[in-house]
């Protein structure tokens, strides 16, 4: 019942931008906290930003923060990461996840996405 599609990523330069986005259904999405983390090739998930569903507080990872702004749509069931002055340690595969930054660590990928590609390389 629960589907998360992420949609945006791509190959992009250095200190180029993307807008990820997540589309998603089968669950009362302005209800939860919902949180973006990614994957590294040979790393372990590494989480990226959170927004509260009570509120739209957001928090994120120090080595994003500035740079990435997560943001949501709750009428269109949407969750977003608009990320800016990319730099090649953020190369990874990106996913949407259900819940909190401790509650998807957690959940060991079972209310992730199947995630995006976002590479940056020269």
């Known amino acids: 019942e629960v589907h998360l599609e992420e949609s945006g990523g791509g190959l992009v330069q250095p200190g180029g931008s993307l807008r990820l986005s997540c589309a998603a259904s089968g669950f009362s999405f302005g209800s939860f906290d919902m949180t973006w983390v990614r994957q590294a090739p040979g790393k372990g998930p590494e989480w990226v930003a959170t927004i509260a569903a009570a509120g739209g507080s957001t928090e994120y990872a120090d080595s994003v923060k500035g740079r990435f702004t997560i943001s949501a749509d709750k009428a269109r069931n949407s969750l977003y990461l608009e990320m800016h002055s990319l730099k090649s340690e953020d190369t990874a595969v990106y996913h949407c996840?259900?819940?909190?930054?401790?509650?998807?660590?957690?959940?060991?990928?079972?209310?992730w996405g199947q995630g995006t590609q976002v590479t940056v390389s020269s």
């Open positions: 996840a259900i819940g909190d930054r401790d509650e998807v660590a957690a959940s060991d990928g079972l209310y």
